[in-house]
């Protein structure tokens, strides 16, 4: 009798579970292939997924901190650091959004690059490029304005950064200021908020419909070792809350968030903010739009494109270098604040100019000269190695239960660490717990496939 | 092997280290501590990344390891070294070194008095603001500045001379230093 309702139970389940997928034919998501690979790939496959991935984790964490964030001037701070020290488990929901924000920004130019060293923009792929460079500005802008909204001393220097910025727009800037941004820091934070709750993830949304390819490869291992990336880089490093901003003090000496030191490198050469700030970016962000316009090689591969190849490192280059030239202050404490900050232009801009050039000529010496030698070899003792990775079954059982023991020691202690207000601890183990997930759905990957076999 | 990967998992790691390095233990500038959190989950990925691009297809051998290797170690040597071989603890002396300062518009005690204690000296400061606009105080060098106080209120900052040298104390705040608030902190080898 037992047996018998248990086999009618699983008929029924599956009946519905036929149902479900049978009417769900009808919806757009069939459109989407979701392809979940058998074996080990490289990540390169799908980056993006992965930055959606990310996006979505922030979404998540995103609307759980809108339970508790109030967008005003005087209550934002506050209200931060109610969800860091008071509100149950706000310090590490707070953490996974901070992080989660920082890998979706080197996801997606890791992604960017990976894409423009590969040429993958050639084959009828000129609208999902330029989508993407589209929601990378969007990815950088809803960074921008989420950690504004703290309304520390770093927040504050970014939203001057910003207004200074978008009012130094020949004509239409002040119009445009004042629509953007309102009328003062209460009108910001406001106005920050709604553009980074509603309006840029909207948009990006939208434009993501474009940029999404048809088959969208979803790596469960992948993308657990990347969530317990994040946690553990969490757990090494809890976002500080920063001196709060208060209109009567005036503020120390800080530098804005990693993606926007760049920008404020350029702005502190003291040249034309308007060029600085809004003509350069502008012109790197038109570049890249223009690439597969520019590059009518038919090959896909780097080194036959000595050119692009060449700008692609200068740009990588250029990020790096202004990025962390952002980042220095003088750090002499006696002489004045301009001073400090004021970075000599014509050493800045030769450098920049050193480094398109020099990228440019090493990739061209790269695939005239070195290039034809190397694969010369390369063909010469070329031994194609079938390698098969097998592992007995006994041995794959042993992993298992190792694996799956450590991953409950790893949650208890977890748990424990956070109930003993160890948050860094516990975000940390809950990290390793989750990539040691990631390693048994590979166990069981490698498993099934072996079964296959 | 994976190519590709692998040529960006070094990258990911060699941008880390070089981040952290800077963060941790560079003396360049002070705000170059705000480089951690993204370098340390720049290494994470990277390490992350590293099996998925070495085991790929196989097993690699000792010559593909060799830059591995290098990436690891030179990350050990920036990162790990320091610790080490950073400057000897300095035993502390035994004796409270109390100060008082009276912050005004623009000097401390009306004059920027020379502060002089010795080495392994614990030194507490007390700035009393009896200014009209808001300061602090900060031993360059030896200490975290204190938060910022406004006119009335008082507030200790408390450190241990471990350094020896000619120091500045200023009024962070920016400009204040400039328009006269800094004077000399030094500190002397010990007697005894």
Not at chain 1, 30 to 47: D, E, N, Q, T, Y
Not at chain 1, 311 to 338: D, E, H, M, R, S
Request: with cysteine.
């Amino acid at each position: 009798m037992g047996e018998k309702g248990h086999k009618n139970i699983g008929k029924l389940l599956a009946d519905l579970y036929n149902w479900v997928i049978d009417r769900l034919r009808r919806t757009v998501l069939f459109g989407i292939r979701l392809v979940i690979p058998k074996k080990l790939l490289s990540i390169h496959g799908f980056l993006g997924m992965l930055t959606l991935v990310t996006f979505i984790i922030l979404g998540v964490t995103g609307v759980l901190l809108a339970f508790y964030y109030k967008p005003s001037i005087t209550q934002a701070y506050t209200s931060v650091k109610l969800i860091n020290n008071e509100v149950e488990f706000g310090i590490i929901i707070r953490n996974i959004h901070y992080h989660a924000a920082n890998a979706m920004l080197i996801l997606a130019i890791y992604h960017l690059f990976y894409q423009l060293f590969s040429g993958k923009y050639k084959v009828r792929n000129e609208v999902i490029w330029i989508t993407g460079i589209i929601t990378g500005v969007l990815t950088f802008l809803e960074a921008y304005t989420g950690y504004d909204l703290i309304l520390n001393e770093r927040g504050v220097l970014a939203i001057n950064i910003g207004a200074s910025l978008t009012n130094s727009v020949p004509i239409i800037g002040r119009t445009l200021a004042s629509i953007l941004l309102g009328f003062g820091f209460s009108d910001i934070i406001l106005h920050f908020y709604i553009f980074h709750i509603l309006v840029i993830p909207l948009l990006m949304i939208i434009i993501l419909t474009i940029h999404l390819p048809r088959n969208l490869i979803f790596d469960p291992p992948v993308v657990a070792v990347l969530g317990g990336a994040i946690l553990i880089a969490a757990g090494l490093y809890p976002v500080p809350l920063g001196e709060g901003f208060n209109p009567n003090i005036p503020p120390g000496i800080t530098v804005p968030e990693w993606y926007i030191t760049g920008l404020y490198a350029l702005l502190r050469t003291g040249i034309d903010k308007f060029v600085a700030g809004v003509l350069l970016p502008t012109l790197f962000i038109v570049y890249f739009l223009l690439i597969p316009f520019i590059d009518k090689n038919k090959s896909m591969s780097w080194h036959d494109r000595p050119l692009i190849t060449g700008l692609g490192i200068a740009g990588l280059a250029q990020i790096a270098l202004t990025t962390v030239w952002g980042f220095y202050i003088n750090p002499n404490k006696v002489i004045g604040l301009a001073e400090r900050l004021a970075i000599d232009p014509i050493q800045f801009y030769i450098i920049l100019a050193i480094i398109i050039a020099a990228s440019i000529i090493a990739s061209y010496v790269y695939s005239i000269y070195i290039h034809p030698k190397i694969s010369q070899n390369r063909t010469s003792n070329k031994t194609v190695k079938n390698f098969k990775f097998t592992i007995s079954e006994r041995a794959i059982t042993a992993l298992v239960i190792a694996a799956i023991a450590i991953q409950v020691i790893l949650t208890i202690y977890s748990i424990n660490s956070y109930a003993n207000k160890l948050y860094n601890i516990s975000m940390i183990s809950m990290g390793a717990s989750l990539t040691i997930f990631g390693f048994l759905i590979h166990l069981a990957r490698i498993f099934s496939a072996q079964e296959g076999d | 092997m994976d190519r590709g990967m692998y040529i960006s998992s070094h990258l990911l790691i060699l941008f880390g280290i070089i981040g952290t390095w800077l963060s941790l233990y560079s003396n360049i500038s002070d705000s170059f501590k705000e480089l951690a959190g993204v370098s340390i989950l720049l290494i994470v990925l990277g390490l992350m990344t590293l099996p998925v691009a070495l085991l790929k297809n196989g097993p690699p051998n000792l010559k593909q390891l060799s830059p591995t290797a290098g990436v690891l170690i030179i990350g050990v040597i920036l990162i790990g070294l320091p610790i080490f071989t950073g400057p000897p603890r300095v035993v502390e002396s035994g004796r409270i070194i109390n100060i008082t300062l009276i912050s005004t518009e623009w000097a401390f005690n009306q004059t920027n008095p020379t502060i002089q204690v010795e080495l392994g000296d614990r030194v507490r400061i007390t700035l009393i603001n009896n200014g009209t606009i808001t300061h602090s105080i900060e031993v360059v060098g030896l200490g975290p500045p204190s938060p910022k106080i406004n006119p009335g209120e008082n507030i200790t900052i408390e450190f241990v001379a471990t350094k020896e040298g000619t120091f500045d104390y200023i009024c962070p705040i920016p400009g204040h230093a400039e328009f006269g608030m800094h004077g000399k902190f030094i500190v002397t080898s010990r007697t005894k």
